[in-house]
Structures are given as structure tokens and as C-alpha cells.
């Protein structure tokens, strides 16, 4: 296996799904802390590897793979030898494509916005962000109930990609509270062998 590095940034989600993924699959890599206050990911160094200007990226060898979800793509197809995380049966794929893609629309949009107003100061509609957590914490739990995973039977990519900003929603002032399905699928993630936590904030407090 290649030396694999990660670069990140501690409080970032979308970096926390690569870092989790990592561990899940037993896989030792170098976590490389991208100082985003300071500009480093806007430097030409950091551009070479994603020209958004956005973390994570991840380094195995001489392949390079930015975007969240594309990191977890390329994890599970390169290294999951079981093609459990992301299986190859084309309905099942399509099923965890499908919350790959909630990750990156309303998720973002809801919990992981409304976080960023308030751990990054972004100038984002914070009641608006809340308004969609709310709205897509309802569907996920009404889908969770009698479920497990998000995604088929065992857990998948689906559950890593979602997992961070739902987990962080009260970072957001969006609570957790009202949506038992979702809490009980959280203990499930975590308590799966290698889970490791995203570094907490002291922000937004609702349970």
C-alpha cells in the first residue's frame, strides 16, 4: 500500500467522512492539517491538487482524489476487498448513490450550513439552513425507522458521507431531539470498530 495522505481540516465534515472511512478500513494515513484561516487553501500548492480551493484531498502515491464523496468512492473500490461498503450489485450501488447524493444536497444544505454559520461565521441564511435540517432529519428518520443503515442491510459509504453533519446538527442550533431513529442510527455508526470522532466545537448547544 502507498504512503496515503490526507489533507484536512479538523472541523470540516466533508474531511471528517475521508477520515473516518480510513479508519473503518484499517488503513494508516497522514493527517495533513490545511490552516483554511490562514489561506492555504487557496495557495498554489494546495490548487495543484483541487482547483476549488476545497478539502479534503487525498494522496495514495501519485493518485490524487478530491471531493468528499469522491474520496469515499475511491476507498471503497480501491481497498474494500468484501464490496461491502459500496457494493457492486447495480441496485444496491443506485441505493447508496442515492444518499451519496443527499450528503452533498439537502444535508449540506440543512445541518452542515447551519453549522457553518455558526463554528465559521458564514454568511449563509441560518434560519433557512435550519428550516431544510429540520425538513431533511424528518424524512432520514421516517426512513430509518425498522432500519439500520441508511443504505441496504450493513453499513455502507452512505452512512459515512451522512454521518458528520448530521451527528455536529446541534453545532447548528438544529436539535437532535425530535428525531429517535436518527440518534439510535448515530450509536450505531459509532460504534462501529474503528469509528473516530469529528473534533467538537463549543458552539450550539441544543440537544
Known amino acids: 500500500m502507498n504512503n496515503i495522505k490526507l489533507y484536512r ?39 495543484a491538487m483541487n482547483r476549488f480551493a476545497q478539502v479534503p484531498v487525498l494522496q495514495d502515491g501519485d493518485t490524487v482524489i478530491a471531493d468528499s464523496n469522491a474520496i469515499l468512492v475511491y476507498l471503497a473500490t480501491r481497498y474494500d476487498t468484501g464490496n ?43 434560519q433557512r439552513a435550519i428550516e431544510v435540517a429540520n425538513n431533511v432529519l424528518s ?15 450493513s453499513p455502507s459509504i452512505a452512512d459515512v458521507s451522512n454521518y458528520a453533519y448530521i451527528a455536529h446538527a ?16 448515530l450509536n450505531r455508526v459509532e460504534a462501529l470498530p474503528g469509528f473516530v470522532p469529528m473534533q467538537s466545537t463549543t458552539v450550539g448547544l441544543v440537544a
Open 139 to 153: 424524512v432520514l428518520d421516517a426512513h430509518l425507522k425498522g432500519r439500520e443503515w441508511l443504505a441496504g442491510s
Open 84 to 126: 461491502t461498503w459500496l457494493p457492486r450489485d447495480p441496485v444496491a450501488a443506485a441505493e447508496v448513490q442515492r444518499f451519496l447524493s443527499i450528503a452533498a444536497g439537502p444535508v449540506a444544505f440543512g445541518p452542515a450550513a447551519a453549522r457553518l454559520v455558526n463554528v465559521f461565521a458564514a454568511t449563509l441564511d441560518h
Open 170 to 185: 446541534p453545532e447548528g442550533d438544529v436539535s437532535l431531539h425530535p428525531y429517535p431513529n436518527i440518534r439510535l442510527w
Open 9 to 47: 481540516h479538523a472541523l470540516s465534515g466533508h474531511a471528517h467522512r475521508a477520515q473516518l472511512f480510513l479508519s473503518l478500513l484499517g488503513i494508516d494515513a497522514e493527517l495533513v492539517d490545511v490552516d483554511l484561516a490562514a489561506g492555504e487553501h487557496k495557495q498554489a500548492a494546495f490548487l
